[in-house]
Structure formats: C-alpha cells, structure tokens
C-alpha cells in the first residue's frame, strides 16, 4: 500500500514569510494528491489538490508541486498570516479498485508569528 | 449543501458502556469514510462504504468496532464495549467517484473514562 511520509512535524515562520511543507510518497502509480487545512476543533477541509498530469497549482497564496520522477510534492504558503496557522496534512490515494482511498501524513503544525 | 454531518460532537462515556457515532453524508456522494484520529496514530482509515455497501473494514481495530450504512443518508459507527483506548476523534468524509468533493465532517470528540 501507499506510504506517505510529511515533513517537518512543526514549522514556526514570522508573518509575511513563506512556508513550505514536503510530502514523499511510495506509489508510483498515484495521480491524486490532495493538501487539508485542519483547524482546531475542526475537521481537515481541503485547500488545493493536484493531479500527475500537472507539475504545479496555484490557487492566490498557496501551490502545490509535484514531481513523480522523485515520488514528492510540496505545499507552498506566500505572504502568511497569523490564520494560516494550523494543521496541514498531505494525502495520497492508498492502490485499490474503485474508490478513493487516502493515506494520511503524520502532520505539520504549522504557526505563524505576528 | 450543509456539508457532511456528525453528531455527537462530543462524547464522554464510562469504560465498558457503548458508543454510537452518526453521520450524514453529502447528497449524492457515493462513499462514505471513517476515520480515527489520535495524535500517536495520526488520520487512520477504519472502513469505507460504496453505495451503502462496505466494501474495506480492514481498518478496524477489533471485534469491538462495528460500522453500517442502512442508506444512502445515514450512517453509524459503534463501539461495543468502550475502552480508555479508545478515545479519539471521529471522522466521518464522503466523496463522489475518484475522490472527487472528498469532504470531512466536524468530528466526534470521544472520551472513555
């Protein structure tokens, strides 16, 4: 099954910097990965996702890029603000049938600094 | 659309006692998910339905734990009997074919004692 390993676990930047959280991923065959936005007492909502036929979304300060060569994809956070602050997850669909299965990274605190 | 829907968003409950979670998918969505969160384990996948009917519970941590989906609008995780263990947060998610409107319900905080 896909493996999903997120980096780093915390990340502290001062408002205004950018932020960059990376994503590895095992299977080769996965076309779908999506980033989650998870506020505190909150459930993970979904932010920007990006399929394999694409390098790089952008949606006004975030992006996402991919590069299946070397299996990561990274979250990308311009201009940050203190209500960027929470936990960000990557996802990757786990090799099935029909469904789309996800498999979670571990998580990145994320905390923006006024 | 009101988004998926869980409820109870919290609950506190005595070791041994059962517990059953509900959801309300989105309208239209074909899958339905259920998810526990912990910070030791992170998200972790327990059964997931297609068109009412699961389709992978291998996720489920024992005997104890049990999911169904009577219809399209409704379904329920239960947990006979409750252990200190087994206090997490609940997530419920659906989503139309090829994750498509993948979407999180709010959670069910739950607590054994």
Redesign the interface.
Known sequence: GENVEQHPSTLSVQEGDSAVIKCTYSDSASN?F?W?KQEL??????IIDIRSNVGEKKDQRIAVTLNKTAKHFSLHITETQPEDSAVY?CAA?IS????????????TQLTVLP | DAGVIQSPRHEVTEMGQEVTLRCKPISGHDYLFWYRQTMMRGLELLIYFNNNVPIDDSGMPEDRFSAKMPNASFSTLKIQPSEPRDSAVYFCASSLANGVGYTFGSGTRLTVV
Request: glycine fraction near 22%; hydrophobic fraction near 25%; charge should be positive.
């Open positions: 779908y999506p989650y007492g909150k459930g993970p909502q979904l997850f669909p099935s049938g029909s469904a789309m299965q996800l498999t979670f990274g571990s998580g």
